[in-house]
């Protein structure tokens, strides 16, 4: 239970941070003031837990790739549609690709509810994603969301894996962040100059508060997944899609559809599903 309360929480702060980014003007510039937070909390870590096992290093760069396709990507997808519309997409998506992968290759015992979880997530996501397109939504939303869930995907694989050999899951977490996050700022530079910096000290705030609560969700996402199986985690912390939603909803006033209500209700039973 305390390890379920404890992804609960992570969920919200997963859910929040995302709000924060897509409430800014320039979703790009968010996610840069994101990342130099990352470098900040990466450091820290990095000062005050151990180093990574050698062993773990493979997984810690495939871990920083597949966060950067997400990234990237999850920032196109906001300038492209709503929080409500592309969250549950980007995220919904990712359990299914991870408990898929954990039946073909992991040791980690899968459950026949948590198989009918996947399908109901992905009924959920194609209703959504069929919103999209009848309610004449910015279809080029659907493939940066698709995207982000494959980077989403690859993370929780690599970081399940990466910090159970690691030997410390914050020493791990810290590492990742710093690389992560140095090499999104240099990319954000390269693509946009010096002018991406925000002049703005509201804007700042908006980026470390961002910041803070993504560490403090994924470091605990990364704690629990030493000590249960990944895709039963990495499910649970998709319950922040129907946070993501209400959000979306009561404080960015986005349209709340019967369909879209139903498409995150289906997302999150599948989510629970995989959770037991």
Request: glycine letters at 10%.
């Amino acid at each position: 239970m305390s390890i379920f309360l404890a992804v609960l929480f992570a969920a919200l702060l997963h859910a929040c941070w995302n709000a924060i980014i897509k409430f800014g003007d320039d979703k790009f510039q968010g996610m840069l003031l994101l990342s130099f937070g990352h470098i900040f909390f990466g450091l820290f870590l990095i000062a005050f837990y151990p180093v990574p096992d050698p062993q773990s290093w493979l997984f810690l760069l495939g871990s920083v790739l597949c966060h950067l396709i997400y990234k990237f990507f999850l920032t196109f997808a906001y300038i492209k549609g709503d929080l409500s519309r592309v969250y549950p997409i980007a995220r919904g998506t990712a359990p299914m690709i991870v408990l898929t992968i954990s039946l073909l290759f992991l040791p980690d015992a899968v459950s026949t509810l948590q198989i009918g979880g996947i399908l109901l997530i992905g009924l959920g996501i194609l209703l959504m994603a069929r919103g999209v397109i009848s309610h004449k939504e910015e279809w080029a939303l659907i493939p940066f969301a698709l995207m982000a869930a494959v980077g989403t995907a690859g993370y929780s694989l690599f970081d399940g894996l990466g910090a159970r050999a690691a030997g410390t899951a914050l020493g791990y977490v810290g590492w990742l962040f710093f690389l992560d996050s140095s090499l999104f700022v240099i990319g954000g530079f390269a693509l946009r100059g010096r002018a991406i910096i925000p002049k703005s000290k509201l804007v700042w705030v908006q980026g470390l508060l961002a910041s803070g609560a993504s560490v403090a969700a994924y470091s605990i996402a990364v704690w629990a997944m030493t000590v249960a199986p990944i895709a039963v985690i990495t499910a649970l912390r998709e319950i922040s899609v129907l946070f993501a939603v209400i959000i979306g909803i009561f404080f960015f006033k986005e349209n709340a559809l019967l369909e879209k209500l139903i498409s995150a209700l289906m997302i999150v039973a599948g989510v629970i599903a995989i959770g037991f």
